[in-house]
Structure formats: structure tokens, C-alpha cells
């Protein structure tokens, strides 16, 4: 069981940024697609961004296309520590949600909530007006 963890949410005022960072207690981290949801109070779960296990293929969606981008690092030789980041810059009152890391192994840069396996419990972001 791979076990994921988000961190890095706040309150920010609008037209700010943050970075939220996933992290997975797998050695093999790096051999992941992942993914970034978010949903807000009342609302269903929305794709953000996503990232294939190869790095080669990222999507976005609509809504945070040019403010929002995702990475991977891995700064360990052995893949023992890789974190997937997701840079959100220019942020407005309607990016205020949960953020949710999500992993699937050896996956595609899928928009779809159903295609990964592993999820963490959220990180909440406020963008204040």
C-alpha cells in the first residue's frame, strides 16, 4: 500500500501563489502518473493537472491552464525521496478548494479521478478576494 501525502495549502489573497508538494512513502515514486484534484464545498471533484510515470505527458485542466504548473523531482539517485509539486501562481477566489495528490503506477497523464489508485486525505487552499 503506497501511502501519499500532500502539504503546502494555506491561505493566500488572490493574484498570489503557493506550492503544494506530494510525497509517497514508495521507493518506486518516480515509476508513478500523478495526479492533482481539487474540490471545493458543494462541488464535484475537478482535474487539475496530471503528469505521466515517464514525465512525457502533462495535461491541464481549462480552468488553471497558464497560472498552474506540475513537476516531479527526484533528488535521491535510488529514487528514495521523489516529490511532485504543483506550482499554482496567479491564484483567484475560485481556486479555493482541497487539493488532492493522487498516484498510479506506471500510469498516463490521465484527467479521470477513477484511473488512480492511491490517494492522499488533502490540503486546503484559500484564495482570499
Known amino acids: 500500500q503506497v501511502q501519499v501525502v500532500e502539504s503546502g495549502g494555506g491561505l493566500v489573497q488572490a493574484g498570489g501563489s503557493l506550492r503544494l508538494s506530494c510525497a509517497a512513502s514508495s521507493r518506486t515514486f518516480s515509476s508513478y502518473a500523478m495526479g492533482w484534484f481539487r474540490q471545493a464545498p458543494g462541488k464535484e471533484r475537478e482535474f487539475v493537472a496530471s503528469?505521466?510515470?515517464?514525465?512525457?505527458?502533462?495535461?491541464?485542466?481549462?480552468?488553471v491552464k497558464g497560472r498552474f504548473t506540475i513537476s516531479r523531482d527526484t533528488i535521491s539517485r535510488d529514487n528514495a525521496k521523489t516529490t511532485v509539486y504543483l506550482q499554482m501562481n496567479s491564484l483567484k477566489p475560485e481556486d479555493t478548494a482541497v487539493y488532492y495528490c493522487?498516484?498510479?503506477?506506471?500510469?498516463?497523464?490521465?484527467?479521470?479521478?477513477?484511473?488512480?489508485?492511491?490517494w492522499g486525505q488533502g490540503t486546503q487552499v484559500t484564495v482570499s478576494s
Open positions: 503528469l505521466s510515470w515517464t514525465g512525457g505527458r502533462i495535461n491541464y485542466g481549462d480552468s
Open positions: 493522487a498516484a498510479r503506477f506506471r500510469g498516463d497523464a490521465s484527467n479521470w479521478a477513477g484511473d488512480y489508485d492511491y
